[in-house]
């Protein structure tokens, strides 16, 4: 049993290595929206967040792909990052993943719940900057720390930077691959 | 007239304990590809990187490190206070199974992190199919994003 007024003040600011307030678009696809509505003040807790982060966050939850394509093509230029759950389109979402990978913008993978890591693979975590998951609705205060210290670092995420290391565009690097 | 009367909250809450392990070749933290790990400086400055995270948000974080398996399986056995476990297995991403067990075993949640998103080489991880939360893909800071959203589902769970 989860009760999220138990969870402690943190000082989210404190962990941010600059202060640019980044605007970040939060993307829940088919079957998200309903699952978050379950979660007790989830839109309350995430405005917290991003305020504690001093960051703009915006949700754009839809049922419809196409709605969601529409939103990330409207928003690229204005963007410095996203977090994406694609809900059922986990298998299937080949044009959400191809919108995400067109932006050019660092996009982290967010799950509720991790099974939806496990057997047949998931066609976005391969192509994806980062992946939070499995931690109920604090997969997204994850994502928002991960993403949000990113872009507030020059060798990693941020905007235009130019360092050898650099991947301002969001693309995945792994090891032997 | 004031008086100090314990409560229920200051009698028996305690910091969480947060155990952060890593694995295979992590000590070599300094020295490996910076496109994957960035420019953090050594396995020391990640472990303190965490533990000054931790300490900033309430919670003790103890921090281990081997490259013998056994340690790590050790250190998970002898230690029976601990609230939560952030792990990075390494190596053992493959093939970590006793180490899988013996965080199954505790019965606390744990989150994995890797610096690289292992699934854009086709990797997956075995410790995927059994931990609670994974982070991947964010360098260092996924480990702090890993504890911050740690210690708040233990919070939820727990009571803070």
């Known amino acids: 049993m989860t009760d999220t007024r138990q969870v402690r003040a943190m000082d989210l600011r404190a962990l941010r290595q600059d202060d640019t307030r ?7 696809g088919p079957n998200v929206g309903q699952a978050l509505r379950r979660i007790d003040g989830f839109d309350e807790q995430l405005a917290a967040w991003a305020d504690g982060l001093g960051v703009q966050v915006e949700q754009r939850t839809s049922n419809h792909e196409g709605r969601l394509l529409e939103a990330i093509h409207a928003t690229s230029d204005e963007t410095h990052g996203y977090l994406v759950n694609p809900g059922g389109l986990r298998m299937v979402g080949e044009s959400l993943r191809h919108a995400l990978r067109d932006a050019k913008r660092p996009h982290v993978l967010v799950h509720l719940d991790s099974d939806a890591l496990r057997g047949l693979p998931s066609i976005f975590a391969p192509s994806v900057t980062s992946i939070v998951s499995g931690l109920g609705a604090y997969s997204y205060l994850g994502a928002l720390v991960a993403l949000v210290r990113g872009l507030d670092d020059a060798t990693f995420l941020a905007p235009g930077s130019t360092d050898p290391i650099s991947r301002p565009h969001g693309a995945p690097r792994s090891l032997y691959g | 007239m004031m008086e100090a009367v314990p409560t229920m909250a200051n009698t028996t809450a305690r910091r ?5 392990l ?9 020295r490996r590809d910076p496109h994957i790990y960035g420019r ?8 303190e990187l965490v533990r000054a995270t931790g300490d900033g948000l309430g919670v003790d974080v103890i921090a281990v490190h081997a490259n013998d398996e056994g340690a790590l399986v050790d250190a998970i056995e002898e230690h029976d206070d601990i609230d939560g476990y952030l792990i990075n297995p390494g190596g053992l991403w493959a093939y970590g199974l006793p180490t899988r067990i013996a965080l199954s075993e505790t019965g606390r949640p744990t989150c994995e992190v890797h610096f690289a998103n292992i699934y854009a080489t086709g990797h997956e991880s075995i410790f995927t199919e059994t931990v609670r939360g994974t982070v991947m893909g964010a360098r260092e800071h996924g480990y702090v994003a890993a504890l911050v959203a740690l210690i708040a589902l233990l919070d939820a769970e727990q009571g803070g």
Do not use: Q, Y
Request: proline letters at 0%; hydrophobic letters at 50%.
């Open chain 1, 22 to 28: 980044w605007r970040i678009i939060v993307l829940n």
């Open chain 2, 16 to 20: 969480h304990r947060i155990m952060l």
């Open chain 2, 22 to 30: 890593n694995g295979l070749n992590m000590t070599n933290l300094g």
């Open chain 2, 40 to 47: 953090i400086g050594s396995l020391a400055e990640l472990e």
